[in-house]
């Protein structure tokens, strides 16, 4: 009933930017927190960043001052601005919505997530 679509990923050399968008859809009632985690090979998902429906940010040390995390409550969309990229940054990156939608009988809360975006980082 409800899905998260995200888009955006690619590859590009070293010190590029990417911009990654996530969109939810279904029978949502609202969004709470919203967020980017990454999963490079052989490692555990790791959060990236998140941003509540008030606009409060949070970041990874690893990405502090390159990586921007915004959304738009009115598209249930959040975007990831990704600047001087770094090989390290290489993984899959996935959105997370922590929401609260309709059953069809009743309201319930639930966290969801995308399918994954591959962002490689290579010259």
């Known amino acids: 009933q409800v899905q998260l679509v995200e888009s955006g990923g690619g590859l590009v050399q070293p010190g590029g930017s990417l911009r990654l968008s996530c969109t939810a859809s279904g029978s949502i009632f609202s969004i709470n927190a919203m967020g980017w985690y990454r999963q490079a090979p052989g490692k555990q998902r790791d959060l990236v960043a998140t941003?509540?429906?008030?606009?409060?940010?949070n970041y990874a040390d690893s990405v502090k001052g390159r990586f921007t995390i915004s959304r738009d409550n009115a598209k249930n969309t959040v975007y990831l601005e990704m600047n001087s990229l770094k090989p390290d940054d290489t993984a899959v990156y996935y959105c997370?919505?922590?929401?609260?939608?309709?059953?069809?009988?009743?309201?319930?809360?639930?966290?969801?997530w995308g399918q994954g975006t591959q962002v490689t980082v290579s010259s």
């Open positions: 997370h919505a922590h929401l609260n939608y309709w059953t069809g009988s009743w309201y319930s809360t639930g966290d969801y």
């Open positions: 941003i509540t429906s008030g606009g409060i940010a």
